[in-house]
């Protein structure tokens, strides 16, 4: 039916015998297997949101697993013998790392800024500057997060240029949170303005109104030395004096699916006495990996969290590493042709808009077929290879690609010739 539907629409350009034993045989794997399956990200976007976000390491996993095989003290105190909380397995470890007096986890930074807004904000306004009223990926969008929390949403300022009078003069006997958020996905530059933290922090100590940062993507480390500036570890923002904090736990932190929300210990406190908390708290499994992550972080060993060892890898290594890949994949003559050329690794994720890290890729054309057909083909190998295909040419970044893969990726090229 597939092949009989896609002949009519024009979509499938081979229906040779081959090819449609070829598809036959995916089809009948596929419906006999798991339809979650891992692969090959050559496309050098470090947290592809489409392709899982941030891999773990099979080190963090392994504490994961005894957890998971046994039973745990998930909520129950060792010392006293009696019912314990949850987030004690995370609250010492963000102590530590950024210096917040209590800290609890739903299951995205999404749920983290919903709950704290209903928390903290039901039935009073909330203060926004225009330049902030974000829409990320599936479709979140402030304004309409802010409708379901329950808080009224009250925009300042302008989309490029929001000064700290404008807070000043919108806040009424109503307001309740002094919100900022980061802008994920996007970059305003040029004429622009917006107060410091400090300025916001201020001025809600002043009028005696918490002060909320939704820092998105969220990272531990300074990245300043691969060039991202516009990341500021989390820890900053409470230094600062901002009452609370979320962000997420796979993008640049490089754990699992979570929503981190750290601050003061009154604020959190009451984040998480909020009936919806129960609703969106996460299980054994993420408390488990999110340690193991936290761990690594506190031990600075970051080559345990493959997300940082991509971000931190440089354009020589990765150079060394496609030549070496190249040695392995033998051509003819006259038929596959591989070549290492400069190019451009990004984050992805909706973090560090506007920002590359240089790489180097391996270029991958054919004599006889085209970038379009040697996609397909690498698309269709076990597992799937998915690279970047430019100006007829596919294009794969190592830097993505996970070392124990590298094999892998050299028997897909080769069966390209």
């Not at 919903?114 to 330049?131: D, K, M």
């Not at 820890?235 to 004096?241: I, P, V």
């Not at 596959?336 to 994720?349: A, T």
């Not at 799937?384 to 794969?396: F, K, N, Q, S, W």
Request: hydrophobic share 45%; charged share 25%.
């Amino acid at each position: 039916h597939e092949i009989r539907e896609g002949k009519g629409a024009g979509s499938i350009s081979d229906l040779a015998p081959a090819a449609v034993e070829h598809r036959i045989e995916r089809a009948v794997e596929a419906a006999a297997g798991y339809s979650l399956q891992p692969v090959i990200n050559a496309t050098g976007v470090i947290l592809h949101t489409n392709l899982g976000r941030a891999p773990l390491s099979a080190e963090m996993l392994e504490h994961a697993a005894e957890i998971a095989t046994q039973y745990s003290n998930l909520e129950f105190d060792l010392a006293t013998a009696s019912r314990g909380e949850r987030d004690v397995h995370i609250a010492g470890a963000l102590s530590e790392l950024l210096g917040a007096e209590a800290a609890i986890v739903v299951n995205n930074n999404a749920a983290a800024v919903l709950l704290t807004l209903n928390a903290l904000a039901e039935g009073g306004e909330v203060i926004v500057s225009r330049g902030e009223l974000i829409e990320i990926g599936g479709s979140f969008r402030i304004p309409e997060i802010m409708q379901k929390s329950g808080a009224v949403l009250r925009e300042v300022g302008t989309t490029n240029r929001t000064r700290i009078s404008d807070y000043r003069r919108a806040i009424n006997e109503n307001t309740r949170l002094l919100l900022r958020v980061h802008p994920s996905n996007f970059r305003i530059m040029g004429f622009t303005e917006k107060p410091s933290l400090e300025e916001l922090v201020a001025l809600g100590r002043e009028k005696s109104i918490p002060v909320f940062e939704d820092l998105g993507s969220g990272c531990l480390v300074s990245l300043a030395a691969q060039g991202i500036r516009d990341e500021v570890p989390a820890g900053q923002s409470l230094a600062a004096g901002v009452d609370v904090i979320s962000f997420s736990g796979d993008k640049l932190l490089g754990g699992p699916q979570a929503g981190v929300i750290a601050g003061k210990k009154e604020i959190v406190s009451r984040i998480r006495r909020n009936p919806l908390f129960r609703a969106l708290r996460v299980d054994k499994l993420t408390y488990a990996i999110l340690e193991s992550t936290f761990l690594a972080y506190r031990q600075e060993q970051y080559h345990r969290v493959p997300t940082l060892r991509m971000i931190q890898m440089t354009a020589v290594e990765i150079d060394e590493r496609a030549r070496q890949l190249i040695e392995k994949v033998p051509s003819r003559k006259e038929g596959l042709r591989l070549e290492v050329v400069d190019g451009e690794s990004v984050i992805g994720g909706g973090s560090a808009p506007g920002y590359s890290i240089p790489t180097r890729l391996i270029a991958v054309s054919h004599a006889t077929q085209g970038a379009a057909a040697l996609g397909n083909k690498l698309l269709a190998s076990r597992p799937p290879v998915i690279a970047r295909v430019e100006a007829d040419t596919v294009l794969l970044d190592l830097r993505t690609v996970l070392p124990h893969q590298e094999a892998v990726l050299a028997d897909a090229l080769r069966a390209l010739d």
